[in-house]
């Protein structure tokens, strides 16, 4: 049977319970945060620590609420917490308030503490030789019967004051009467089913469902008349709802140097003080144990009055009580139902699972990156203590890798190296798929423009010829005098010019024929060097060139490759006017599949706007360009295979780098130049 639940759709992930949950019944599993029923103790820990009220207590309170309309005859037992927790109005108006809801009667749990902590007092008396541990809370009889179940015998064998007030109601009033719990406690929700005392308590509601209850009627406790308590008035049993309660009412010497009696409340302290019983470190007659701080800290408590004060509420009604209680009658009552069975057994279940073998544990704990003993952080965010007892929790198929949430941000941090990974490879590609779009159109371009220089330059070639002719003819019978030789030495030298931009054009029209063979780049730079600095534009100008030697030789046309190198260092040199640095270096890239030759000068740059028409036929910045040259280059390395690339900066210089593959002839014949 489910006693809690998690409800998906209003829990954040924030993995609390996972975190507080003592016996680690929380995991992660596909579908979010579940419950493992073998193993929850049902403390309550979840439910008072979840800050989304997402984990809710199943209690029966439809069903009591139809018992309580039917008009069937039902008593109300109320836990001793109950001062501490609906403490608006008084208590008799409390009463007034649970019988107008629909309770034939009203009874206090206490006066079953009064005979149960009787019956443990005549226990120990009886038994001075044996060691007990008190089974008055059931969370802590729960965990001892799945957790250590070699203790069992050790669990005192007596009903809780519930069970015990549960009985005698029943008997008083008939076996058919039904009987609603109401305490802070959920764990007392597992214990009424209980096969060993079942059928004595037939629901049990908790302190939220009565609010829920009194809310729905519109039943406000504060405009109620003040009845009694029905039932046997007790004593000062209701100091049982804190936390050694039950030791000092048998009688017990509670001194700090008695060895023989301990009490612990809390889950950590109960648990180390089980463990230690276990083992032996522990030699004492009697564990008196809460799995809370005392009932009065339960999972049903109003959190914003603290613990001390819900101490004070329970002893002021107590000392209350006290004062208007008829002693004899309570006396009598005692006495007349001292006889009352209060024995139970409790059996093992044991939900152990064998451990694992050292190498499944191994296994997990290295998938998870909790290698020992540099990654192994026992840090207990996933619920278990260490790291190691969550892998063998994970082995079990008790718990999952994503409960440990440095396993989540190191596959988040891996997941995002591998996204950062695939993004820098898709940039890479787009940004070769933009070259490619950048040298198709730059080809379909130069095309279109080759087809019309060829078609400009037949048609200019005829006139300039015939005026170039006759500028000549004229030019020789002037005379050195005459007023016209100088517009005539014009003409003619504007005519030359022109017919060498038709030459131009025709050549950058037509195909050009590649004659390929072994190529050392290196030479060819030295080749164009040795035509150019002997010129006076480069007198002033410092070269430096850095080449590797042990640059591979390359399949390629040698004379079309100068040619290029010849004209982005004559650019280059016309950039500086003549007076700068020239650096020219050549090196091998990829790995040796490729040869790389950068061309730098320290010229006025070339504007940013200007960048990306370079390479576009008849674009010049020269007053008398073709703007042919840097074209010319463009087609030739493509030719080859290679790309080229410009980058400048206005005041600081401009440098052309070229990258060619290295071919072998094989390789050549492939490209089909």
Not at 249 to 274: K, L, P, T
Not at 290 to 299: E, T
Not at 629 to 651: M, N, T, W
Not at 663 to 672: A, M, N, R, T, V
Request: net charge neutral; charged share 25%; hydrophobic share 35%.
């Amino acid at each position: 049977m489910i006693y809690l639940s998690i409800t998906q759709e209003k829990c954040r992930k924030c993995y609390r319970c996972v975190r507080v949950c003592p016996t680690n019944a929380i995991k992660i599993d596909q579908e979010g945060v579940a419950m493992i029923g073998s193993h929850c103790v049902l403390c309550g820990l979840c439910y008072k620590q979840c800050p989304h009220e997402a984990i809710k207590a199943h209690t029966g309170k439809e069903q009591v609420l139809r018992i309580l309309e039917s008009g069937e005859k039902t008593i109300a037992c109320l836990d001793p917490t109950f001062p501490a927790v609906l403490d608006k109005g008084t208590p008799g108006q409390l009463v007034a308030a649970l019988k107008r809801l629909g309770f034939y009667k009203v009874w206090e749990a206490a006066f079953g503490g009064e005979l149960v902590y009787r019956a443990y007092a005549k226990l120990l008396s009886q038994n001075e030789d044996k060691r007990f541990i008190s089974s008055f809370c059931p969370a802590v009889a729960s965990y001892i019967e799945k957790f250590f179940p070699h203790l069992v015998p050790k669990l005192a064998p007596i009903v809780s004051p519930m069970i015990a007030t549960g009985k005698l109601i029943k008997r008083v009033h008939g076996p058919k009467t039904k009987v609603v719990f109401i305490g802070s406690c959920i764990a007392r929700i597992g214990e009424s089913i209980n096969e060993k005392v079942k059928g004595v308590i037939d629901y049990v509601l908790t302190y939220h469902d009565i609010r829920e209850l009194l809310d729905q009627k519109y039943i406000d406790r504060m405009k109620q008349p003040s009845l009694d308590f029905d039932g046997p008035r007790p004593n000062t049993a209701g100091i049982l709802s804190l936390n050694g309660g039950l030791s000092q009412s048998i009688g017990i010497n509670q001194d700090i140097m008695n060895e023989e009696f301990i009490v612990a409340g809390g889950h950590y302290n109960v648990i180390r003080a089980i463990q230690q019983f276990a083992s032996g470190e522990v030699q004492t007659k009697f564990l008196d144990l809460l799995f809370c701080n005392g009932c009065i800290d339960g999972p049903i408590v109003d959190p914003a009055i603290s613990g001390p004060s819900r101490r004070q509420l329970v002893v002021s009604f107590i000392k209350g009580n006290l004062e208007t209680q008829d002693k004899e009658k309570t006396a009598e009552e005692l006495k007349k139902f001292g006889e009352l069975d209060l024995s139970r057994e409790f059996s093992s279940q044991d939900i152990r699972l064998p451990t694992p073998s050292e190498a499944k544990i191994q296994d997990v704990l290295f998938k998870m990156g909790k290698t020992y003993p540099e990654k192994n952080l026992d840090c207990g965010a996933c619920g278990y203590k260490t790291c190691r007892e969550n892998a063998i929790a994970i082995v079990q198929k008790r718990a999952t890798m994503e409960m440990c949430p440095f396993y989540l941000l190191e596959r988040c941090h891996s997941f995002y190296l591998r996204l950062e990974k695939a993004h820098k490879q898709l940039k890479k590609s787009h940004e070769q798929l933009e070259e490619a779009q950048r040298e198709l159109i730059q080809s379909e371009k130069m095309a279109s423009l080759g087809q019309l220089a060829a078609g400009v330059a037949h048609e200019l070639n005829n006139p300039l010829g015939t005026i170039t002719m006759f500028a000549c003819m004229l030019q020789k019978e002037l005379g050195e005098e005459e007023k016209w030789r100088k517009d005539m030495d014009l003409i003619v030298k504007e005519s030359d010019r022109a017919a060498k931009i038709v030459r131009d054009l025709l050549s950058f029209s037509r195909e050009t024929t590649v004659k390929p063979g072994p190529v050392d780049i290196n030479l060819v730079i030295e080749e164009a060097m040795s035509l150019l600095n002997k010129q006076s534009l480069f007198y002033n100008i410092e070269i430096q060139k850095e080449l590797d030697p042990e640059l591979p030789t390359t399949f390629a046309d040698s004379n079309l490759l100068k040619q290029v190198v010849l004209n982005i260092i004559l650019n280059g040199a016309q950039a500086m006017e003549g007076l700068g640095k020239l650096g020219i270096t050549s090196k091998t890239v990829d790995g040796g599949q490729g040869i790389e030759i950068k061309i730098s000068d320290t010229g006025k740059g070339i504007p940013e706007k200007n960048l990306n028409r370079l390479f576009d036929p008849f674009f010049t910045t020269k007053e008398k360009g073709t703007g042919l040259g840097l074209s010319l280059a463009y087609r030739i390395i493509s030719r080859h295979q290679g790309s080229i690339g410009v980058k400048s900066q206005e005041g600081e210089g401009t440098t052309f780098t070229i990258h060619l593959p290295v071919l072998s002839q094989d390789e050549w014949s492939g490209q089909g130049l």
